[in-house]
């Protein structure tokens, strides 16, 4: 442990980590896990609460996801989907997506994480505003103390202060509105449900505030993760849908921690009621082993892209042949297995 410790110390730059404290109290390190259980390096055997990053939906010690890796590292281990070429993974998987999302969501873009996740999110609104002739549609809204990853892009569209402070470079056109925190942000004797309408509207005065045909998309968490695990009350979402159909403003929705059953649905926004145009997804995709992100795109959006010429973005790793292996063995998992309706009734 002390040396694993000294090394880590020396070499090893953490996330979000004030590193000279932790270097001075040195970290934990985690060997082995099983189930939901992790062991350290002193032999600590401990319950993983968070199920590592809000990512390890099935579990630790799937061996159905190790073989999976395993041979599509021996069969094929990486080619890119650029230049006119496919894999069976990502078709498997791509159409495995279509079964599990909501009716409308027949295409998907992928990516290495849900940062990755929100900035393609960019691309692709204003890529479909282009195409829809009205290149003036710029403005993307979010919310204060919302997540939406850690690159350039998503801390932009993150509402959390303490990152836009190390961040002078930001996504221009890119503007936030209040949380919809009932429990810390409600006024005395206010109920909950004229709260959540209070806060949704103010979506509605910061659209006629830039002018409904600046603004682009709205984006949020079904309930927000790292801001405090936040829940809006039950008017909020239909409230939010309303506004954004009322001046043709997509609508998406960040299920990169919500997604693949943590609600007891497959997707946090249907236990909420509403229905986006566009779906961030990462984590439970792979439960976690590999890393891998995607964009669930309705038909109505996608096909203006795919009708009106080339989409000039992409990534080495979009549609990774063993991340997508591994997705489509953590997805059987989670149908066959009925774990998102033990989740809802259990």
Known sequence: TAEYRALDAAHHIHPFSDMGALNRAGSRVIVKADGVYLWDSDGNKVIDGMAGLWCVN????????????YRQ?????????FFKTTHPPVIELSAMLAEV???????????????????????????YWRVQGKPQKKFVISRKN????????????GGMGYMHEQMPSKVEHIVHIDQPYFFGEAQAGEMPEAFGLARAQQLEAKILELGAENV?????????????????????WPEIQRICRKYDILLVADEVIGGFGRT?????????????????????????????????????????IIDNGEFNHGLTYSGHPVAAAVAVANLKLLRDEGIVERVKHD
């Open 264 to 304: 007891g649905e497959w997707f946090a926004h249907q236990h909420f009621g509403f229905e986006p145009d566009l779906i961030t997804m990462a984590k439970g995709l792979t439960s976690g082993y590999v890393p891998m992100g995607a964009v669930g795109i309705h038909e109505r959006i996608a096909r203006p």
């Open 101 to 127: 999302t909501p009716a409308g969501f027949n295409h998907f873009f992928y990516c290495n994480s849900g940062s990755e996740g929100n900035d393609t999110v960019l691309r692709l609104v204003h890529q």
């Open 146 to 157: 919302g997540y939406h990853g850690s690159t350039i892009a998503g801390g932009t569209l």
């Open 58 to 69: 099935v579990g630790y010690g799937r061996k159905e996801l190790a073989d999976a890796a």
């Open 73 to 81: 590292l021996q069969e094929l281990p990486f080619y890119n989907t």
């Open 216 to 236: 682009a998309a709205f984006i949020g968490e079904p309930f927000q993760g790292a801001g405090g695990v936040i829940f809006p009350p039950s008017t909020y």
